[in-house]
């Protein structure tokens, strides 16, 4: 009894302690040395990662060592490593770093090409990445990160950032007994009471960089060592001050770091990332949005109620004479009884898709709801992608399930679920594959960090193989043992014939994707800017919102175009119910090519068009499959529900 006592203790203390993956929290004593990371080089110009030492940078003493990096980050094309920015808690000082050979014309052609096409130096301090205050038209505008160099107007010479003036923010703190903390990558302890002094120490809130550009007499500076002191300088302003970029010229880079207290707490040390100026939500839009799409939504389903309890309460207040006589003087829905269940074309590829959507619906509501609840903050880099990959192995089963069973529904038999089972785990991944392959091909033909290595490549076939497949399959057989459902009608042998119609029933199955894009067109602004421009996205609670208004209203266009379909005896609506919410696909990705056209004009080159447009249409067939399954299941259900309240001999 003791031991439970004292296990039920130690567990509560270690519950007490615990914080969100990938946001541990390290405290420091004063003169403890930490050292700074450096990610990727980025450009919003290019959309091409490339390593932090593919330039002439200073090595660190020990070696450059690579940080373990989870499966996102590595999809991402984030490759963190080590540096030789070193800082000691509490200790301000002006250090020299390194002076470099003599610049070759590589060199040179490689600097002048980063620095014009806006590459940013992306460094990370305690998980904090750097941030940088920059006043454009008399606003200041925080970024993360700072350039390469950069390129005075009206010249042809190019300067590199070569002298680094940091302020890190530190507050001040006091440790519990029987605390877990942790370090963000070393693990976690527990603290007692005779270790307590030394939980009083400082956490990192803050860190921010001014870049500056400064020439130094190399032969002077060669001649000291690494993290030798050196005399503090102001960003100079004249161009012959600073460091130009051409053959033969030896670059010295210096640093100096200024620690300052903050009354800032750890937990909300990323306020000041989320409050960027680029990232801030326009809240006011998108309520807006969200209420008028609330109240269209509401509109359609009163009106869409009432039309069907009219129908179906005059159909059932007549005898069975009179209904006989009904059905032959009036057109309408109640004709196409006999066709309503009849076997659609392509049925296999439609249980494909449907198996699919479920999948990738179930895997992105999951997903939104955890982000929204503060389980994927933009400390835990890679989380939210390694998070959806997860969910979309382990959620075959979900899929296979409704693939198998809506294929014994539409055939009357199981069989051929295995081969169903395969297409369906094959299906989408397959897709993914083939455009994910194209683009590697052209990042690594561009030697950008962003390409997929080989070895990640069988990685991902191992966990497609061993999880999503075998789960697929399982969810099949369950669809097999699953209670089958009944047609509430019998399917005539010989299809009714469909009337002509002034104009072709597909307009309106594309133009029905215009009021699901209308919940999601504001949010994808922020998350295209997100993507593309290196911004923070946040608002998962708004997001969630709308995806559950984006669920309500593609169910609610799929049903009310699936009687309209019926109305006009046209009994082929179980493709027309899928695309009636799924082309809204359509809509998403042409507002990605507006996106391109209109707010990434600055995107050069062809290789990173080709990246942008094969990631938007993987994402916008994503959107297809989701949304129409939506759309679809819920057509099922209606008509099946609408055909079983109808009195039938």
């Not at 030394?198 to 002077?220: H, T």
């Not at 992105?364 to 835990?380: E, H």
Request: proline share 4%; aromatic share 14%.
């Amino acid at each position: 009894m003791y031991r439970v006592i004292v296990l039920l203790v130690f567990v509560t203390q270690l519950c007490n302690g615990f914080y969100l993956p990938g946001s541990y929290m390290h405290t420091y004593s004063n003169g403890d040395s930490i050292f700074a990371k450096v990610n990727s080089l980025t450009s919003i110009e290019t959309e091409l990662p490339f390593s932090f030492y593919s330039l002439p940078y200073c090595k660190p003493l020990e070696g450059i060592k690579k940080s373990a990096e989870n499966l996102g980050e590595l999809l991402m094309g984030d490759q963190i490593d080590n540096s030789a920015y070193r800082f000691r808690m509490n200790t301000n000082e002006s250090l020299y770093l390194c002076t470099t050979s003599p610049l070759n014309e590589h060199e040179v052609k490689l600097l002048k090409q980063r620095t014009r096409e806006l590459y940013q130096v992306n460094m990370i301090l305690d998980n904090l990445p750097a941030l940088r205050f920059a006043k454009q038209n008399g606003v200041t505008i925080q970024w993360t990160g700072y350039p390469v160099g950069y390129s005075p107007p009206n010249s042809n010479d190019d300067y590199i950032i070569n002298h680094l003036k940091f302020k890190v923010l530190v507050h001040q703190y006091e440790g519990n007994v029987m605390e877990v903390i942790g370090t963000g990558e070393e693990g976690m302890g527990v603290i007692s009471e005779a270790d307590k002094k030394k939980a009083l120490g400082y956490e990192i809130v803050g860190f921010e960089v001014v870049p500056c550009s400064v020439k130094y007499d190399a032969e002077k500076m060669t001649k000291l060592h690494m993290y030798d002191p050196v005399p503090s300088v102001n960003c100079p302003l004249e161009l012959d001050k600073a460091q130009i970029i051409k053959e033969l010229e030896r670059i010295t880079f210096t640093y100096e770091v200024e620690f300052v207290r903050s009354e800032t707490r750890w937990p909300s040390r990323w306020d000041a990332y989320l409050k960027m100026e680029g990232a801030r939500v326009h809240w006011f839009s998108i309520l807006n949005s969200l209420m008028v799409i609330v109240f269209l939504a509401g509109i359609v389903f009163v009106i869409f109620l009432r039309t069907v309890r009219r129908d179906l309460t005059k159909y059932e207040e007549l005898d069975k004479e009179a209904q006989a006589q009904m059905n032959e003087e009036l057109s309408g829905w109640k004709l196409v009884v006999g066709d309503v269940f009849r076997e659609p074309q392509f049925s296999k590829l439609l249980c494909i898709m449907v198996g699919d959507g479920v999948r990738i619906t179930g895997m992105a509501v999951v997903t939104i709801v955890f982000a929204a609840l503060g389980f994927m903050s933009p400390a835990s880099r890679g989380m939210l992608l390694t998070g959806m990959i997860i969910l979309y192995l382990f959620l075959g089963i979900a899929a296979g399930y409704a693939g198998v069973r809506l294929w014994r529904t539409v055939k009357g038999t199981s069989e051929g679920w295995k081969s169903l089972s395969w297409s369906i785990a094959c299906f989408f991944p397959g897709i993914a594959f083939v455009i994910l392959t194209v683009l590697n091909f052209l990042l690594w033909s561009s030697n950008s960090t962003g390409a997929i290595p080989i070895s990640l490549y069988f990685e991902l076939l191992a966990l497609w193989f061993c999880i999503s497949v075998p789960l697929t399959l399982f969810g099949g057989f369950l669809g097999t043992r699953a209670e089958e459902i009944q047609f509430p009608v019998r399917t005539n042998q010989i299809p009714r014939e469909i009337p002509e119609r002034k104009y072709p029933s597909w307009l309106l199955v594309l133009g029905a994707g215009t009021l699901p894009f209308g919940t999601l067109f504001i949010e994808l602004f922020f998350i295209f800017s997100s993507i593309w421009l290196g911004r923070f996205y946040y608002v998962f609670g708004f997001l969630l919102i709308v995806l559950l208004l984006l669920v309500v209203v593609c169910a609610e266009v799929s049903v009310v175009l699936t009687y309209m379909h019926l109305c006009v005896e046209d009994w082929r609506w179980w493709w027309k119910a899928f695309f009636a919410s799924g082309s809204v696909a359509l809509y998403v990705f042409a507002y990605s090519i507006n996106y391109l056209v209109f707010d990434l004009q600055s995107l050069s080159g062809p290789v990173s068009a080709m990246l942008y447009i094969g990631y938007s249409l993987l994402m916008a067939i994503a959107i297809m499959l989701s949304t129409g399954t939506i759309g679809f299941l819920t057509s099922f259900y209606f008509v099946h529900y609408l055909f079983s309240s109808v009195k039938i001999d």
